[in-house]
């Protein structure tokens, strides 16, 4: 009986090998800076800033807390590959997804400043 606890307990400790699998690795490639990108209230000054490309985050958590917190993370990456640095959101959804899941979707605009580069190298 003690040899089959051990076997279970040892079991539950092992990692995917899977190189997508969500715990071993970031979301996103480490070089993202989520502080590079300002979700903003209102359209930026058009004398400054260009449109750059409509974008939308998603997040699936089974917290809906953390579902937009990782819907938010996914919708600054969007914005921050198309070279902006600034983002509005104009539509947010949340809906259960089976099983307790909670999903979050926004969808908004992106900004950057007039000159700047149109994609992220």
């Not at 076997?7 to 899977?18: E, F, I, P």
């Not at 004398?47 to 990782?70: K, M, N, P, R, W």
């Not at 900004?111 to 149109?118: I, M, Y």
């Amino acid at each position: 009986m003690v040899i089959l606890f051990e076997v279970a307990c040892a079991a539950c400790q092992v990692k995917s090998t899977r190189p997508d699998h969500p715990i071993d690795h970031p979301p996103y490639a480490s070089a993202f800076d989520p502080d590079e990108v300002e979700i903003v209230g209102a359209e930026p000054d058009r004398s400054v800033y260009e449109f750059a490309g409509d974008i939308h985050g998603q997040g699936t958590a089974g917290d809906i807390g953390e579902a937009a917190q990782l819907a938010r993370a996914n919708f600054k990456h969007e914005a921050q590959e198309l070279g902006a640095t600034r983002a509005v959101i104009d539509t947010n959804n949340a809906d259960k997804f089976g099983w307790g899941r909670r999903t979050v979707v926004f969808n908004g605009r992106a900004f950057r400043k007039k000159g700047a580069p149109r994609k992220r190298e």
